[in-house]
């Protein structure tokens, strides 16, 4: 029954998601290639013997294989899946010349190759759109709402109200963004501007290093901001036999007042709860549209803080509201899934400089084990978080297949990009060589991110 478990939650949502994305990069090939008239021999979900297929009207193999980590396109010439040219190229006929991928211009050739990850990008451009005008985008404004009492936030000299409108040379458009890059910077001192009020600022921000640990124990170093969203006084989850259960609080219920104290944020209750466990308060909250009055009582909760200090502190029981989602027209969708699209490609570049430049460890990387666990995690979480790690992972296979290597489509992009300069191909010898030596550096890559997943699974990246 284990097996099953782990098969239905983690193994069938990656097959999902990598078969669909699979499916839109060779397609990608596929569609540009048969527009500039080569003939495409097989379209292979996968690798290795087949499964099932079949041939269609134009003498297209499309089938399935036993290996389902990828796929290809055969074009008429190829020798392999890697489309080297096989010994017949030179020797064809006039007609087998003009549907065959390596007659082709370079031009044409380079559009081909490149069709594959644009057809990715464009297809994460179009599953956050959809995203977007039909559940919405996660829309929190860039507005401080908390200050941490001696965190990177408050040295910085951000105060509560504070609209963040530039972070690193970003423009930013909501809080999400501001957390994600600080995430990315652990212990760099990063530009910020501000407006307080009707005045601009210019700050320096150096988000915390910490290490924060995944659910196999494993840490890794991220940056802390120590300040949060302007988070409203909405309901979100009542904890079971907590003060909010006993007073009568429902989710969605927007607190107004406390003891004839109104409050306009989250934070804002939080501070008047902890500072009156045991005391009965009166609470007015909109509710439907009705304003209701409760009675709360917070328990008393004793801790011991960091510094060794007893504790007495209020608790009420209840976690905010989900982050506010945007829900956008069409056209507005599309323009805000480019910005959001745009802004994960420029984080992602972030990250793999930062490993080549050794600010951020290879161990990070991971494959398909890591993959898997995360489309698991994805669909458990729910419908929308399983579609938007659909789009960034599409997104990420389109930067990955644009890197300079041989038997990458960047390493054939680079190929004939010298090609066009030189006004004719690199000599057999050279192109053997270059792909010998990029089938060596991604099985390399291949050893080690299965190496980190496994390390990962099993919580040995600390040992």
Not at 39 to 60: A, H, M, Q, R, Y
Not at 63 to 77: A, D, E, N, R, S
Not at 162 to 171: A, K, T, W, Y
């Amino acid at each position: 029954m284990e097996f099953i478990a782990v098969l239905w939650t983690y193994v069938l949502p990656f097959f999902i998601i990598l078969t669909v994305l699979v499916f839109v990069h060779e397609w990608g090939h596929y569609h540009v290639a048969r527009r500039n008239g080569v003939k495409v021999e097989v379209f292979s979900i996968g690798f290795g013997p087949e499964l099932f297929g079949w041939n269609d009207k134009i003498g297209t193999r499309w089938k399935f294989c036993t290996i389902p980590l990828g796929g290809y396109v055969k074009m008429f010439g190829d020798a392999d899946v890697a489309s080297q040219s096989d010994d017949t190229v030179r020797s064809m006929t006039r007609e087998e010349k003009k549907i065959s991928f390596h007659h082709k211009t370079v031009g044409q050739r380079s559009a081909i190759v490149f069709a594959g990850p644009f057809f990715n990008y464009v297809f994460a451009v179009l599953v956050f759109a959809l995203l977007f005008m039909t559940a919405g985008q996660r829309h929190t404004p860039a507005i401080v709402g908390h200050v941490l009492a001696g965190s990177a936030a408050e040295n910085a000299g951000l105060r509560v109200g504070d609209l963040i409108v530039e972070f690193n040379g970003r423009s930013i458009e909501r809080f999400e963004q501001v957390e994600q890059l600080a995430l990315l910077h652990p212990g760099e001192a990063l530009p910020l501007m501000i407006r307080r009020g009707a005045v601009g600022r210019a700050l320096t921000l150096t988000p915390e290093p910490r290490m924060i640990p995944d659910k196999h124990g494993n840490e890794q170093e991220f940056g802390f901001l120590g300040a949060w969203r302007m988070v409203a006084p909405v309901v979100g989850r009542i904890l079971d036999n907590s003060a909010a259960a006993d007073a009568g609080l429902s989710s969605n219920d927007r607190i107004l007042s406390i003891d004839g104290q109104r409050v306009a944020t989250f934070q804002e209750v939080r501070k008047i709860i902890v500072a009156n466990p045991e005391k009965p308060m009166a609470m007015r909250v909109l509710r439907d549209g009705q304003e209701v009055t409760l009675t709360v009582v917070p328990k008393k909760h004793d801790y011991t803080d960091s510094d060794g200090i007893k504790r007495t502190v209020g608790q009420l029981g209840i976690g905010v509201a989900p982050p506010p989602k945007k829900v956008y027209a069409p056209l507005a969708a599309m323009w805000a899934a480019v910005k959001e699209t745009w802004f994960l490609t420029t984080t992602t570049a972030t990250a793999i400089h930062q490993m080549i430049v050794g600010k951020r460890e290879f161990r990070d990387l991971g494959g398909p084990l890591r993959i898997a666990e995360m489309s698991g995690d994805m669909a458990q979480i729910g419908p929308y978080a399983f579609v938007w790690f659909m789009g960034a992972l599409s997104l990420s296979l389109c930067l990955i297949n644009l890197v300079p290597v041989p038997m990458l489509d960047g390493g054939h992009l680079l190929f004939y990009g010298i090609e066009a300069i030189r006004g004719k191909p690199l000599g057999p010898k050279a192109q053997e060589y270059g792909f010998r030596i990029g089938m060596a550096l991604v099985l390399t890559l291949m050893v080690v991110v299965t190496w980190n997943d496994l390390l990962r699974l099993f919580g040995a990246h600390n040992s």
